[in-house]
Protein backbone atom coordinates (compact mmCIF):
# COMPACT_ATOMS: atom_id res chain seq x y z
CA UNK A 1 0.00 0.00 0.00
CA UNK A 2 1.31 3.42 -1.01
CA UNK A 3 1.89 5.74 1.89
CA UNK A 4 -0.37 7.85 0.99
CA UNK A 5 -3.27 5.65 1.14
CA UNK A 6 -2.20 5.13 4.73
CA UNK A 7 -2.05 8.85 5.46
CA UNK A 8 -5.61 9.71 4.50
CA UNK A 9 -6.81 6.11 5.78
CA UNK A 10 -4.81 7.43 9.36
CA UNK A 11 -5.91 11.00 8.82
CA UNK A 12 -9.77 10.31 8.10
CA UNK A 13 -9.78 7.71 11.00
CA UNK A 14 -8.42 10.31 13.26
CA UNK A 15 -11.15 12.56 12.96
CA UNK A 16 -13.68 10.26 13.09
CA UNK A 17 -12.82 9.09 16.49
CA UNK A 18 -12.15 13.13 18.05
CA UNK A 19 -15.90 13.45 16.33
CA UNK A 20 -17.34 10.28 18.48
CA UNK A 21 -15.32 11.09 21.52
CA UNK A 22 -16.71 15.24 21.26
CA UNK A 23 -20.40 13.78 20.84
CA UNK A 24 -19.55 11.06 23.53
CA UNK A 25 -18.01 12.38 26.45
CA UNK A 26 -20.18 14.70 27.73
CA UNK A 27 -19.84 18.39 28.31
CA UNK A 28 -22.62 19.24 30.87
CA UNK A 29 -21.60 16.25 33.15
CA UNK A 30 -22.33 17.86 36.32
CA UNK A 31 -20.05 20.65 38.69
CA UNK A 32 -17.76 20.84 35.70
CA UNK A 33 -16.48 17.28 36.23
CA UNK A 34 -17.47 17.03 31.76
CA UNK A 35 -14.81 19.73 30.99
CA UNK A 36 -12.38 18.05 32.87
CA UNK A 37 -13.73 15.06 31.19
CA UNK A 38 -13.35 16.51 27.92
CA UNK A 39 -9.77 18.76 28.44
CA UNK A 40 -8.28 14.99 29.74
CA UNK A 41 -9.51 13.22 26.24
CA UNK A 42 -10.04 15.58 23.88
CA UNK A 43 -7.14 17.51 21.26
CA UNK A 44 -4.15 15.78 21.41
CA UNK A 45 -3.68 11.93 21.13
CA UNK A 46 -1.81 10.01 18.26
CA UNK A 47 -5.01 7.95 19.03
CA UNK A 48 -2.70 5.03 18.54
CA UNK A 49 -5.25 2.10 20.30
CA UNK A 50 -8.26 3.50 18.58
CA UNK A 51 -6.63 3.32 15.51
CA UNK A 52 -5.59 -0.61 15.96
CA UNK A 53 -9.26 -0.97 17.12
CA UNK A 54 -10.41 0.16 13.39
CA UNK A 55 -7.44 -1.28 11.74
CA UNK A 56 -8.07 -4.50 13.01
CA UNK A 57 -12.18 -4.38 12.59
CA UNK A 58 -11.42 -3.74 8.86
CA UNK A 59 -8.79 -6.59 8.49
CA UNK A 60 -12.05 -8.86 9.86
CA UNK A 61 -14.64 -7.81 8.30
CA UNK A 62 -16.09 -6.03 11.38
CA UNK A 63 -18.80 -3.06 11.22
CA UNK A 64 -17.51 0.90 11.54
CA UNK A 65 -19.84 1.69 14.14
CA UNK A 66 -19.39 -1.15 16.57
CA UNK A 67 -15.41 -0.75 16.21
CA UNK A 68 -15.73 3.01 17.10
CA UNK A 69 -17.55 1.70 20.11
CA UNK A 70 -14.84 0.14 20.78
CA UNK A 71 -12.18 2.18 19.86
CA UNK A 72 -13.39 4.80 22.15
CA UNK A 73 -14.09 3.01 25.02
CA UNK A 74 -10.10 1.55 24.80
CA UNK A 75 -9.14 5.37 24.57
CA UNK A 76 -10.76 6.36 27.10
CA UNK A 77 -9.25 4.11 29.53
CA UNK A 78 -6.01 4.96 28.40
CA UNK A 79 -6.61 8.42 28.75
CA UNK A 80 -8.67 8.01 32.83
CA UNK A 81 -4.65 6.08 33.63
CA UNK A 82 -2.55 8.70 32.20
CA UNK A 83 -5.21 11.48 34.28
CA UNK A 84 -4.69 9.13 37.46
CA UNK A 85 -0.84 8.53 37.00
CA UNK A 86 0.07 11.94 35.94
CA UNK A 87 -0.76 12.98 39.56
CA UNK A 88 1.15 14.23 42.49
CA UNK A 89 1.16 10.66 44.26
CA UNK A 90 1.92 9.09 41.51
CA UNK A 91 4.55 10.61 38.97
CA UNK A 92 3.59 13.98 39.77
CA UNK A 93 3.82 15.39 35.83
CA UNK A 94 2.60 18.67 35.02
CA UNK A 95 2.44 18.27 31.54
CA UNK A 96 0.76 15.88 29.15
CA UNK A 97 0.27 16.53 25.11
CA UNK A 98 2.00 19.69 25.23
CA UNK A 99 -0.57 20.92 27.71
CA UNK A 100 -0.81 21.34 32.35
CA UNK A 101 -1.79 17.77 33.12
CA UNK A 102 -5.93 17.64 34.49
CA UNK A 103 -4.67 18.69 38.17
CA UNK A 104 -3.01 20.95 37.55
CA UNK A 105 -6.34 22.38 35.65
CA UNK A 106 -8.64 21.59 37.82
CA UNK A 107 -7.10 20.34 40.80
CA UNK A 108 -6.59 16.89 42.23
CA UNK A 109 -10.00 15.93 43.50
CA UNK A 110 -11.76 16.83 40.10
CA UNK A 111 -8.55 15.18 38.03
CA UNK A 112 -9.54 11.73 40.25
CA UNK A 113 -13.16 12.15 39.59
CA UNK A 114 -12.79 12.90 35.59
CA UNK A 115 -10.57 9.89 35.55
CA UNK A 116 -13.11 7.48 37.20
CA UNK A 117 -15.78 9.01 35.34
CA UNK A 118 -13.82 8.08 32.08
CA UNK A 119 -12.83 4.40 33.93
CA UNK A 120 -16.70 3.79 34.19
CA UNK A 121 -17.84 5.98 30.49
CA UNK A 122 -15.90 3.31 28.30
CA UNK A 123 -18.04 0.55 29.75
CA UNK A 124 -21.48 2.71 29.25
CA UNK A 125 -20.03 3.26 25.68
CA UNK A 126 -19.51 -0.36 25.30
CA UNK A 127 -23.24 -1.69 26.63
CA UNK A 128 -27.30 -0.55 25.40
CA UNK A 129 -28.91 2.25 26.92
CA UNK A 130 -31.55 0.38 29.15
CA UNK A 131 -34.90 -0.29 26.89
CA UNK A 132 -32.69 0.00 23.75
CA UNK A 133 -31.08 -2.99 23.78
CA UNK A 134 -33.01 -3.53 20.33
CA UNK A 135 -31.32 -0.78 18.47
CA UNK A 136 -28.26 -0.86 20.09
CA UNK A 137 -24.82 -1.33 17.61
CA UNK A 138 -23.53 -3.87 19.56
CA UNK A 139 -25.47 -7.51 19.62
CA UNK A 140 -25.31 -8.30 23.39
CA UNK A 141 -23.10 -11.12 22.76
CA UNK A 142 -20.21 -8.63 21.27
CA UNK A 143 -21.03 -6.22 24.17
CA UNK A 144 -20.29 -8.44 26.65
CA UNK A 145 -17.39 -9.86 25.23
CA UNK A 146 -15.91 -6.23 24.79
CA UNK A 147 -16.29 -5.36 27.92
CA UNK A 148 -14.26 -8.87 29.00
CA UNK A 149 -11.59 -8.05 27.04
CA UNK A 150 -11.18 -4.18 27.98
CA UNK A 151 -11.70 -5.08 31.45
CA UNK A 152 -9.19 -7.92 31.80
CA UNK A 153 -6.97 -5.63 30.12
CA UNK A 154 -7.60 -2.60 32.06
CA UNK A 155 -7.70 -4.64 35.65
CA UNK A 156 -5.45 -5.96 37.58
CA UNK A 157 -3.95 -8.60 35.43
CA UNK A 158 -2.70 -5.55 32.64
CA UNK A 159 -2.74 -1.85 33.26
CA UNK A 160 -3.20 -1.35 36.64
CA UNK A 161 -0.88 -4.02 37.75
CA UNK A 162 1.30 -2.81 35.89
CA UNK A 163 1.34 0.47 37.17
CA UNK A 164 1.47 -0.97 40.42
CA UNK A 165 5.08 -3.10 39.20
CA UNK A 166 5.99 0.01 37.94
CA UNK A 167 5.53 2.19 41.53
CA UNK A 168 6.88 -1.06 43.25
CA UNK A 169 10.11 -0.89 41.09
CA UNK A 170 11.42 2.73 41.44
CA UNK A 171 14.92 2.44 42.60
CA UNK A 172 15.08 -1.18 42.35
CA UNK A 173 17.27 -3.01 39.79
CA UNK A 174 14.38 -5.53 37.63
CA UNK A 175 15.73 -8.52 35.79
CA UNK A 176 14.93 -8.28 31.47
CA UNK A 177 11.86 -10.48 32.39
CA UNK A 178 10.58 -8.65 35.21
CA UNK A 179 10.90 -5.76 32.81
CA UNK A 180 9.16 -7.44 30.15
CA UNK A 181 6.41 -8.89 32.64
CA UNK A 182 5.65 -5.00 33.60
CA UNK A 183 6.00 -3.21 30.57
CA UNK A 184 3.24 -6.10 28.87
CA UNK A 185 0.75 -5.20 31.70
CA UNK A 186 1.30 -2.13 31.75
CA UNK A 187 1.33 -0.74 28.43
CA UNK A 188 1.09 -4.01 26.17
CA UNK A 189 -1.89 -5.18 27.65
CA UNK A 190 -4.40 -2.43 26.34
CA UNK A 191 -2.68 -2.02 22.87
CA UNK A 192 -3.20 -6.07 22.30
CA UNK A 193 -6.81 -5.36 23.91
CA UNK A 194 -7.38 -2.91 20.85
CA UNK A 195 -6.31 -5.22 18.55
CA UNK A 196 -8.54 -8.13 19.91
CA UNK A 197 -11.29 -5.40 20.44
CA UNK A 198 -11.34 -4.66 16.79
CA UNK A 199 -11.14 -7.98 15.88
CA UNK A 200 -14.24 -9.29 17.59
CA UNK A 201 -16.21 -6.77 15.82
CA UNK A 202 -15.61 -8.94 12.65
CA UNK A 203 -15.88 -12.56 12.01
CA UNK A 204 -11.92 -13.80 12.75
CA UNK A 205 -11.17 -17.55 12.15
CA UNK A 206 -9.03 -19.13 14.80
CA UNK A 207 -5.95 -18.78 12.98
CA UNK A 208 -6.66 -14.88 12.07
CA UNK A 209 -7.91 -14.21 15.73
CA UNK A 210 -4.11 -16.17 16.88
CA UNK A 211 -2.03 -14.11 14.97
CA UNK A 212 -3.61 -10.88 15.51
CA UNK A 213 -3.13 -11.55 19.13
CA UNK A 214 0.25 -12.38 18.29
CA UNK A 215 0.56 -9.09 16.22
CA UNK A 216 -1.23 -6.84 19.27
CA UNK A 217 1.30 -8.86 22.04
CA UNK A 218 4.68 -7.64 19.75
CA UNK A 219 3.50 -4.07 19.37
CA UNK A 220 2.12 -3.97 22.59
CA UNK A 221 5.92 -4.51 23.62
CA UNK A 222 7.46 -2.80 21.66
CA UNK A 223 5.29 0.52 21.99
CA UNK A 224 6.39 0.63 25.58
CA UNK A 225 10.39 0.11 24.59
CA UNK A 226 10.26 2.96 22.26
CA UNK A 227 8.56 4.70 24.73
CA UNK A 228 11.53 4.21 26.92
CA UNK A 229 13.95 4.39 23.76
CA UNK A 230 12.34 8.15 23.66
CA UNK A 231 12.60 9.25 26.90
CA UNK A 232 16.04 9.54 26.73
CA UNK A 233 16.56 10.62 23.17
CA UNK A 234 14.24 13.31 22.95
CA UNK A 235 13.39 16.71 23.96
CA UNK A 236 9.76 17.65 25.94
CA UNK A 237 9.07 19.97 23.31
CA UNK A 238 8.88 16.75 20.66
CA UNK A 239 7.32 14.16 23.32
CA UNK A 240 4.29 17.02 24.20
CA UNK A 241 5.41 15.38 27.84
CA UNK A 242 8.75 15.75 30.57
CA UNK A 243 11.68 13.64 29.09
CA UNK A 244 13.67 11.86 31.03
CA UNK A 245 11.32 11.36 33.61
CA UNK A 246 12.15 7.71 33.98
CA UNK A 247 15.93 8.46 34.71
CA UNK A 248 15.06 11.34 37.34
CA UNK A 249 12.60 8.59 39.08
CA UNK A 250 15.44 6.34 38.23
CA UNK A 251 12.77 3.73 37.07
CA UNK A 252 14.43 0.55 35.48
CA UNK A 253 13.59 0.85 31.64
CA UNK A 254 14.69 -1.19 28.27
CA UNK A 255 17.22 1.46 27.60
CA UNK A 256 18.89 1.36 31.71
CA UNK A 257 18.05 -2.87 32.03
CA UNK A 258 19.44 -3.90 28.48
CA UNK A 259 21.15 -0.69 27.13
CA UNK A 260 20.48 1.74 24.61
CA UNK A 261 21.49 -0.64 21.26
CA UNK A 262 20.12 -3.88 22.55
CA UNK A 263 16.55 -1.89 23.69
CA UNK A 264 16.43 -0.89 19.70
CA UNK A 265 17.33 -4.69 18.69
CA UNK A 266 14.59 -5.38 20.75
CA UNK A 267 12.01 -3.39 19.02
CA UNK A 268 13.39 -4.49 15.64
CA UNK A 269 12.67 -8.32 16.75
CA UNK A 270 9.39 -7.16 18.01
CA UNK A 271 8.39 -5.13 14.80
CA UNK A 272 9.59 -8.20 12.57
CA UNK A 273 6.66 -10.82 14.72
CA UNK A 274 4.12 -8.13 14.48
CA UNK A 275 4.73 -8.55 10.58
CA UNK A 276 5.10 -12.06 10.50
CA UNK A 277 2.01 -13.23 12.60
CA UNK A 278 0.36 -10.37 9.90
CA UNK A 279 1.53 -12.61 6.64
CA UNK A 280 0.07 -15.88 8.67
CA UNK A 281 -2.67 -14.77 9.81
CA UNK A 282 -4.94 -15.93 6.18
CA UNK A 283 -6.24 -12.40 6.32
CA UNK A 284 -6.14 -10.57 3.01
CA UNK A 285 -6.62 -6.74 4.41
CA UNK A 286 -4.02 -5.93 6.74
CA UNK A 287 -2.19 -3.13 5.09
CA UNK A 288 -3.35 -0.96 8.02
CA UNK A 289 -2.00 -2.80 10.56
CA UNK A 290 1.46 -3.09 8.91
CA UNK A 291 1.91 0.43 8.42
CA UNK A 292 0.23 1.03 12.49
CA UNK A 293 3.16 -1.18 13.23
CA UNK A 294 5.79 0.40 11.38
CA UNK A 295 4.66 4.06 12.70
CA UNK A 296 4.84 2.46 16.49
CA UNK A 297 8.24 1.47 16.15
CA UNK A 298 9.60 4.81 14.00
CA UNK A 299 7.69 7.29 15.45
CA UNK A 300 9.95 9.77 17.48
CA UNK A 301 7.47 11.30 19.75
CA UNK B 1 -42.34 -13.08 57.52
CA UNK B 2 -40.45 -12.86 61.34
CA UNK B 3 -37.53 -11.08 62.17
CA UNK B 4 -35.69 -14.12 62.97
CA UNK B 5 -35.75 -15.52 59.39
CA UNK B 6 -34.61 -12.63 57.95
CA UNK B 7 -31.45 -12.60 60.22
CA UNK B 8 -30.81 -15.42 59.33
CA UNK B 9 -31.08 -14.68 55.85
CA UNK B 10 -29.38 -12.06 56.04
CA UNK B 11 -26.77 -13.74 57.70
CA UNK B 12 -26.24 -16.37 55.32
CA UNK B 13 -26.40 -13.86 52.46
CA UNK B 14 -23.71 -11.82 53.82
CA UNK B 15 -21.10 -14.60 54.77
CA UNK B 16 -21.82 -15.94 51.38
CA UNK B 17 -21.12 -12.32 49.95
CA UNK B 18 -17.47 -12.28 52.13
CA UNK B 19 -16.80 -15.81 50.45
CA UNK B 20 -17.08 -14.70 47.44
CA UNK B 21 -15.09 -11.57 47.79
CA UNK B 22 -12.70 -13.55 49.24
CA UNK B 23 -12.61 -15.73 46.09
CA UNK B 24 -13.11 -12.98 43.28
CA UNK B 25 -10.48 -10.44 45.03
CA UNK B 26 -6.96 -11.78 44.19
CA UNK B 27 -4.71 -11.82 47.02
CA UNK B 28 -2.05 -12.31 44.12
CA UNK B 29 -2.33 -9.59 41.90
CA UNK B 30 1.44 -7.52 41.66
CA UNK B 31 3.15 -5.39 43.86
CA UNK B 32 1.07 -5.22 46.92
CA UNK B 33 -1.95 -4.13 44.83
CA UNK B 34 -4.31 -7.44 45.39
CA UNK B 35 -3.19 -6.99 49.47
CA UNK B 36 -4.85 -3.52 48.93
CA UNK B 37 -7.45 -4.21 47.12
CA UNK B 38 -8.61 -6.92 49.67
CA UNK B 39 -8.12 -5.03 52.49
CA UNK B 40 -10.12 -2.13 50.69
CA UNK B 41 -13.25 -4.69 50.71
CA UNK B 42 -13.00 -7.50 52.74
CA UNK B 43 -14.09 -8.14 56.33
CA UNK B 44 -16.44 -4.67 57.20
CA UNK B 45 -18.72 -3.41 55.26
CA UNK B 46 -22.62 -3.98 55.96
CA UNK B 47 -23.06 -5.24 51.98
CA UNK B 48 -26.08 -3.18 51.79
CA UNK B 49 -26.18 -3.77 48.34
CA UNK B 50 -25.21 -6.94 48.00
CA UNK B 51 -28.76 -7.87 49.98
CA UNK B 52 -29.96 -5.68 47.71
CA UNK B 53 -29.34 -7.46 44.52
CA UNK B 54 -29.76 -10.87 46.10
CA UNK B 55 -33.20 -9.80 47.66
CA UNK B 56 -34.74 -8.50 44.39
CA UNK B 57 -33.28 -11.45 42.32
CA UNK B 58 -34.63 -13.89 44.63
CA UNK B 59 -37.92 -11.72 44.49
CA UNK B 60 -37.98 -12.07 40.62
CA UNK B 61 -36.64 -15.57 40.68
CA UNK B 62 -33.26 -15.10 39.35
CA UNK B 63 -30.55 -17.76 39.43
CA UNK B 64 -28.18 -17.04 42.74
CA UNK B 65 -24.61 -17.60 40.73
CA UNK B 66 -25.57 -14.75 38.78
CA UNK B 67 -26.97 -12.91 41.48
CA UNK B 68 -23.91 -13.22 43.63
CA UNK B 69 -21.45 -12.06 40.44
CA UNK B 70 -23.94 -8.64 39.96
CA UNK B 71 -23.36 -8.35 43.61
CA UNK B 72 -19.96 -8.28 44.44
CA UNK B 73 -19.42 -6.11 41.40
CA UNK B 74 -22.03 -3.36 43.00
CA UNK B 75 -19.82 -3.79 45.97
CA UNK B 76 -16.56 -3.01 44.22
CA UNK B 77 -17.83 -0.75 42.75
CA UNK B 78 -19.29 1.00 46.10
CA UNK B 79 -15.66 0.13 48.07
CA UNK B 80 -13.55 1.98 44.84
CA UNK B 81 -15.60 5.18 45.87
CA UNK B 82 -15.16 4.80 49.02
CA UNK B 83 -11.20 4.65 48.81
CA UNK B 84 -11.12 7.06 46.19
CA UNK B 85 -13.20 9.21 48.40
CA UNK B 86 -11.16 8.63 51.52
CA UNK B 87 -8.38 10.27 50.06
CA UNK B 88 -6.33 13.32 51.07
CA UNK B 89 -7.85 15.28 48.10
CA UNK B 90 -11.10 14.26 48.58
CA UNK B 91 -12.94 14.17 52.05
CA UNK B 92 -9.07 12.97 53.27
CA UNK B 93 -10.70 10.87 56.25
CA UNK B 94 -8.30 8.56 58.29
CA UNK B 95 -10.81 6.23 59.01
CA UNK B 96 -13.39 3.69 57.18
CA UNK B 97 -15.31 0.82 58.75
CA UNK B 98 -13.18 1.24 62.05
CA UNK B 99 -9.89 0.68 60.26
CA UNK B 100 -7.36 2.74 58.99
CA UNK B 101 -8.29 3.72 55.66
CA UNK B 102 -6.65 2.19 52.45
CA UNK B 103 -4.38 5.41 51.59
CA UNK B 104 -2.98 5.21 55.39
CA UNK B 105 -2.23 1.91 55.39
CA UNK B 106 -0.62 1.61 51.91
CA UNK B 107 0.02 5.24 50.53
CA UNK B 108 -1.97 7.02 47.63
CA UNK B 109 -0.77 6.07 44.93
CA UNK B 110 -1.20 2.30 45.73
CA UNK B 111 -4.72 3.33 47.12
CA UNK B 112 -5.47 4.95 44.00
CA UNK B 113 -4.17 2.12 41.44
CA UNK B 114 -6.43 -0.39 44.09
CA UNK B 115 -9.41 1.27 43.80
CA UNK B 116 -8.93 1.60 40.01
CA UNK B 117 -8.26 -1.82 40.03
CA UNK B 118 -11.44 -2.80 41.62
CA UNK B 119 -13.69 -0.60 39.40
CA UNK B 120 -12.19 -2.28 36.60
CA UNK B 121 -12.72 -5.93 38.51
CA UNK B 122 -16.43 -5.08 38.97
CA UNK B 123 -16.25 -5.51 34.83
CA UNK B 124 -14.26 -8.30 34.49
CA UNK B 125 -16.83 -10.46 37.07
CA UNK B 126 -19.83 -9.45 35.12
CA UNK B 127 -18.28 -10.85 31.58
CA UNK B 128 -16.79 -14.43 30.81
CA UNK B 129 -12.92 -14.72 30.42
CA UNK B 130 -12.11 -15.38 26.63
CA UNK B 131 -12.82 -18.88 25.48
CA UNK B 132 -15.21 -19.58 28.12
CA UNK B 133 -18.24 -17.84 27.15
CA UNK B 134 -20.21 -21.02 27.00
CA UNK B 135 -19.64 -22.11 30.44
CA UNK B 136 -20.27 -19.26 32.57
CA UNK B 137 -22.46 -18.03 34.97
CA UNK B 138 -24.50 -15.21 33.02
CA UNK B 139 -25.96 -15.57 29.63
CA UNK B 140 -24.18 -12.59 26.67
CA UNK B 141 -27.56 -10.46 27.25
CA UNK B 142 -27.40 -10.40 30.91
CA UNK B 143 -24.16 -10.00 31.31
CA UNK B 144 -24.34 -7.05 28.84
CA UNK B 145 -27.17 -5.25 30.66
CA UNK B 146 -25.56 -5.99 34.25
CA UNK B 147 -22.48 -3.92 32.67
CA UNK B 148 -24.86 -1.83 31.44
CA UNK B 149 -26.33 -0.94 34.89
CA UNK B 150 -23.67 -0.69 36.74
CA UNK B 151 -21.68 1.24 34.16
CA UNK B 152 -25.11 4.07 34.51
CA UNK B 153 -25.00 3.79 37.81
CA UNK B 154 -21.41 4.43 38.75
CA UNK B 155 -20.46 7.10 36.27
CA UNK B 156 -21.07 10.68 35.22
CA UNK B 157 -25.22 10.24 35.21
CA UNK B 158 -24.32 8.81 38.59
CA UNK B 159 -22.14 8.12 41.40
CA UNK B 160 -19.22 9.99 40.11
CA UNK B 161 -21.40 13.05 38.81
CA UNK B 162 -22.91 12.93 42.44
CA UNK B 163 -19.38 13.19 44.20
CA UNK B 164 -18.19 15.93 41.70
CA UNK B 165 -21.52 18.15 42.69
CA UNK B 166 -20.49 17.24 46.69
CA UNK B 167 -17.19 18.38 46.03
CA UNK B 168 -18.41 21.38 44.26
CA UNK B 169 -20.55 22.27 47.11
CA UNK B 170 -18.52 22.54 50.29
CA UNK B 171 -19.61 26.01 51.72
CA UNK B 172 -22.64 26.79 49.07
CA UNK B 173 -26.27 26.85 49.87
CA UNK B 174 -28.15 24.26 47.99
CA UNK B 175 -31.45 24.10 47.39
CA UNK B 176 -33.64 20.70 48.64
CA UNK B 177 -34.41 20.10 44.50
CA UNK B 178 -29.98 20.16 44.12
CA UNK B 179 -29.82 18.53 47.24
CA UNK B 180 -32.05 15.91 46.25
CA UNK B 181 -30.20 15.41 42.82
CA UNK B 182 -26.88 15.47 44.63
CA UNK B 183 -27.87 12.55 46.65
CA UNK B 184 -29.88 10.57 44.41
CA UNK B 185 -27.04 10.36 41.99
CA UNK B 186 -24.24 10.02 44.88
CA UNK B 187 -25.66 7.50 46.90
CA UNK B 188 -29.03 6.62 45.07
CA UNK B 189 -27.83 5.34 41.82
CA UNK B 190 -25.51 2.81 42.99
CA UNK B 191 -28.78 1.28 45.46
CA UNK B 192 -31.01 1.47 43.22
CA UNK B 193 -28.61 0.06 40.23
CA UNK B 194 -28.03 -3.59 43.04
CA UNK B 195 -32.60 -3.95 42.94
CA UNK B 196 -32.24 -3.71 39.08
CA UNK B 197 -29.17 -5.40 38.51
CA UNK B 198 -31.05 -8.60 41.11
CA UNK B 199 -34.29 -7.89 39.12
CA UNK B 200 -32.31 -8.22 36.01
CA UNK B 201 -31.03 -11.91 36.65
CA UNK B 202 -34.62 -12.67 37.13
CA UNK B 203 -37.72 -12.44 35.31
CA UNK B 204 -39.62 -9.68 36.20
CA UNK B 205 -42.74 -8.32 34.09
CA UNK B 206 -42.78 -4.28 33.18
CA UNK B 207 -45.03 -4.04 36.11
CA UNK B 208 -42.04 -5.50 38.75
CA UNK B 209 -39.51 -3.80 36.88
CA UNK B 210 -40.99 -0.52 37.82
CA UNK B 211 -42.18 -1.20 41.45
CA UNK B 212 -38.72 -2.24 41.89
CA UNK B 213 -37.03 0.41 40.14
CA UNK B 214 -39.45 2.90 42.24
CA UNK B 215 -38.62 1.04 45.64
CA UNK B 216 -35.04 1.42 44.50
CA UNK B 217 -35.47 4.91 44.28
CA UNK B 218 -37.10 5.44 47.43
CA UNK B 219 -34.91 3.48 49.75
CA UNK B 220 -31.65 4.67 47.41
CA UNK B 221 -32.73 8.16 48.94
CA UNK B 222 -33.67 7.07 51.92
CA UNK B 223 -30.31 5.68 53.03
CA UNK B 224 -28.36 8.54 52.19
CA UNK B 225 -30.79 11.27 54.39
CA UNK B 226 -30.05 8.74 57.10
CA UNK B 227 -26.64 9.17 56.60
CA UNK B 228 -26.81 12.74 57.13
CA UNK B 229 -28.91 12.41 60.14
CA UNK B 230 -26.48 10.29 61.32
CA UNK B 231 -23.40 12.23 60.87
CA UNK B 232 -24.75 14.44 63.59
CA UNK B 233 -26.62 11.89 66.23
CA UNK B 234 -24.11 9.16 66.21
CA UNK B 235 -20.33 9.43 67.38
CA UNK B 236 -17.47 8.41 65.77
CA UNK B 237 -17.16 4.81 67.05
CA UNK B 238 -20.73 3.71 66.58
CA UNK B 239 -20.15 4.76 62.76
CA UNK B 240 -16.80 2.82 62.15
CA UNK B 241 -16.52 6.23 60.51
CA UNK B 242 -15.73 9.62 61.27
CA UNK B 243 -18.42 11.37 62.76
CA UNK B 244 -19.71 15.45 62.19
CA UNK B 245 -17.57 15.45 59.26
CA UNK B 246 -20.41 16.78 57.09
CA UNK B 247 -20.79 19.69 59.39
CA UNK B 248 -16.76 19.96 59.79
CA UNK B 249 -16.46 20.16 56.08
CA UNK B 250 -19.23 22.55 55.88
CA UNK B 251 -21.40 20.51 53.31
CA UNK B 252 -24.92 20.57 52.53
CA UNK B 253 -26.49 17.93 53.88
CA UNK B 254 -30.34 16.92 54.50
CA UNK B 255 -30.29 18.73 57.90
CA UNK B 256 -28.75 21.64 57.49
CA UNK B 257 -30.58 22.48 54.32
CA UNK B 258 -34.17 20.80 56.01
CA UNK B 259 -33.19 20.64 59.48
CA UNK B 260 -33.40 17.49 61.40
CA UNK B 261 -37.25 16.58 61.85
CA UNK B 262 -37.96 17.71 58.22
CA UNK B 263 -35.23 15.06 57.47
CA UNK B 264 -37.15 12.16 59.47
CA UNK B 265 -39.91 12.83 58.04
CA UNK B 266 -38.91 12.60 53.92
CA UNK B 267 -37.14 9.36 55.27
CA UNK B 268 -40.28 7.84 56.43
CA UNK B 269 -42.28 9.26 53.20
CA UNK B 270 -39.68 7.58 51.23
CA UNK B 271 -40.14 4.57 53.34
CA UNK B 272 -43.64 4.43 52.84
CA UNK B 273 -42.79 4.95 49.05
CA UNK B 274 -40.52 1.79 49.40
CA UNK B 275 -43.29 -0.26 50.87
CA UNK B 276 -46.24 0.87 48.80
CA UNK B 277 -44.04 -0.02 45.96
CA UNK B 278 -43.60 -3.53 46.30
CA UNK B 279 -47.10 -3.92 47.12
CA UNK B 280 -48.02 -3.05 43.62
CA UNK B 281 -45.16 -5.08 42.62
CA UNK B 282 -46.89 -8.00 41.75
CA UNK B 283 -44.24 -10.34 43.39
CA UNK B 284 -45.18 -12.65 45.82
CA UNK B 285 -41.45 -13.34 47.33
CA UNK B 286 -40.92 -9.70 48.51
CA UNK B 287 -39.98 -9.66 52.53
CA UNK B 288 -36.77 -9.59 52.09
CA UNK B 289 -36.76 -6.18 50.21
CA UNK B 290 -39.32 -4.93 52.72
CA UNK B 291 -37.16 -6.01 55.95
CA UNK B 292 -34.05 -4.02 53.76
CA UNK B 293 -36.18 -1.37 53.49
CA UNK B 294 -36.72 -1.31 57.23
CA UNK B 295 -33.37 -1.82 58.10
CA UNK B 296 -31.67 1.26 55.90
CA UNK B 297 -34.26 3.26 57.68
CA UNK B 298 -33.91 2.27 61.22
CA UNK B 299 -30.20 1.72 61.60
CA UNK B 300 -27.83 3.14 64.16
CA UNK B 301 -24.66 3.12 62.00
New interface residues.
Partial sequence: MKTAAFEDWKRQAQMAVEAALEAWV?ED??????VA?RYGVLDGGKRVRPLLVLAAAQATGGSEGAAMRAAVAVELIHAY?LI?DD?P??DNDVLRRGKPTVHVQF????A??A???M???A??L?????GQ?EDFE?A??L???L??????A????GM??????D???VGKPLSHAQLRDMHR?KTGALLQASVRMGAACGRPDARAWQALSEYGEAIGLAFQIVDDILDVTQESSTLGKTAGKDQDSNKPTYVTVLGLDAARRQVQELHAQAHAALSGSGLAETAMLARLADRIVERDS
Fill in positions: PAPAGLGMSHMCMGQAQMLGDAHTLFELTAPPELPASARCGLLARAGHTAGGQAILASR
